[in-house]
Nanobody, 126 residues
C-alpha cells in the first residue's frame, strides 16, 4: 500500500499563501513515483492542479494556477509540496495528493494515479 497524508490546508484571505505537504508513510517511498495534486471544489469533480515527474525533471500545471503554484518534491523527506501564492477564492476546495508508480504518459489525467491521500481543505476568502 501507498499511504499519503496531506497537510497544510486552512483558511486564508485572497492574495495570501499556503504550502501544502504530502508525506508518504510506512514503507512507501516516493522516489520512484509520479506525484500530483488535484482539487475538488463544492459540487465539482476532481480536477488536475499540478504534477511532477518521478525524476523531478518535469512539472505540469493547470492553466488556472500556472505562475502562482509551484510543485516540488524532496525525496529525502519522502514529501511532495504545493506552494500556493496569490490565492484566489476560486482556489477553494479539497486538495488531494496522488501517486503513480513510474512514468506516465499524461500527468494531467486523474486516471493515471493509483494512490490518493484523504485530502486537506483550503478555503480562500474574498
Amino acid at each position: 500500500q501507498v499511504q499519503l497524508i496531506e497537510s497544510g490546508g486552512g483558511l486564508v484571505q485572497a492574495g495570501g499563501s499556503l504550502r501544502l505537504s504530502c508525506a508518504a508513510s510506512g514503507r512507501t517511498f516516493i522516489s520512484s513515483y509520479t506525484m500530483g495534486w488535484f482539487r475538488q471544489g463544492t459540487g465539482k469533480e476532481r480536477e488536475f492542479i499540478a504534477a511532477i515527474s518521478w525524476t523531478g525533471g518535469s512539472t505540469y500545471y493547470a492553466d488556472s494556477v500556472k505562475g502562482r503554484f509551484t510543485i516540488s518534491r524532496d525525496n529525502a523527506k519522502n514529501t511532495v509540496y504545493l506552494q500556493m501564492n496569490s490565492l484566489k477564492p476560486e482556489d477553494t476546495g479539497i486538495y488531494y495528493c496522488a501517486a503513480a508508480w513510474g512514468a506516465r504518459t499524461n500527468l494531467r489525467d486523474m486516471g493515471q494515479y493509483e494512490y490518493w491521500g484523504q485530502g486537506t481543505q483550503v478555503t480562500v476568502s474574498s
